[in-house]
């Protein structure tokens, strides 16, 4: 079985902070990984993806993430939060061989404060 | 415009009615995938498709839930005697091929049974 855990469900950075947003998983198979993004009144969108070929990938809008196998961990960060990026943030497993039925987190809401 | 486009967006309906959501993919995307995001919660899987078939209907609760996508592009989600507990968001999203994890989900349908 597979799982993601979201540590907390609203975060809040003042602008040009760090934004770290912290997603666990558990999985009995290789894991892809992905961050999805959800700004007020649209559809989800894909923010970046792990699929083995790097640890550390990178996503649009300055996001980027590790893939940490010890300790199972799949963070995302950015260095200089703006305004823009206040959303709310999805973390998601699959297995590596079936990237078609995405398990998600509960979601993190990003605030960011002037 | 060129996204996903569900609808309703939002269906209000008494206990016990039958209730249809319809999604329309994106031009050209070969598959099409149906959530439920309940309130506080992340996104669930519920039923994908690859053209026609339904190629993984796993995650319908049970058999009050169907859908259809009989030529390939429209989906329709299909829900039979409603039950307060049904009600959610139900996104659908699209991709151009299966097994990239790269979903384009649409805004939702709300669905809140009375």
């Known amino acids: 079985a597979q799982s993601v855990t979201q540590l907390g469900s609203h975060v809040s950075v003042s602008e040009g902070a760090l934004v770290l947003l912290r997603c666990n998983y558990s999985?009995?198979?290789?894991?892809?990984l992905f961050w999805y993004v959800q700004y007020p009144n649209q559809g989800l969108q894909l923010l970046l993806k792990?699929?083995?070929?790097?640890?550390l990938v990178k996503g649009i809008n300055g996001f980027e993430a590790e893939f940490k196998k010890s300790e199972t961990s799949f963070h995302l960060t950015k260095p200089s939060a703006h305004m823009r990026d206040a959303a709310e943030y999805f973390c998601a497993v699959s297995k590596s061989y079936n990237t078609d039925k995405l398990i998600f987190g509960t979601g993190t809401r990003l605030q960011v404060f002037p | 415009g060129a996204g996903v486009s569900q609808t309703p967006s939002n269906k209000v309906t008494e206990k016990g009615k039958y209730v249809e959501l319809r999604c329309d993919p994106i031009s050209g995307h070969t598959a099409l995938y149906w959530y439920r995001q309940s309130l506080g919660q992340g996104p669930e899987f519920l039923i994908y498709f690859q053209g026609t078939g339904a190629a993984d209907d796993s995650g319908l609760p049970n058999d009050r839930f169907f859908a259809v996508r009989p030529e390939g592009s429209v989906s329709t989600l299909k829900i039979q005697r409603t039950e307060r507990g049904d009600s959610a968001v139900y996104l659908c999203a699209s991709s151009q091929k299966t097994n990239t994890g790269e979903l384009f989900f649409g805004e939702g349908s709300r669905l809140t049974v009375l």
């Open positions: 792990y699929t083995s070929a790097a640890t």
């Open positions: 999985s009995s198979v290789p894991p892809y």
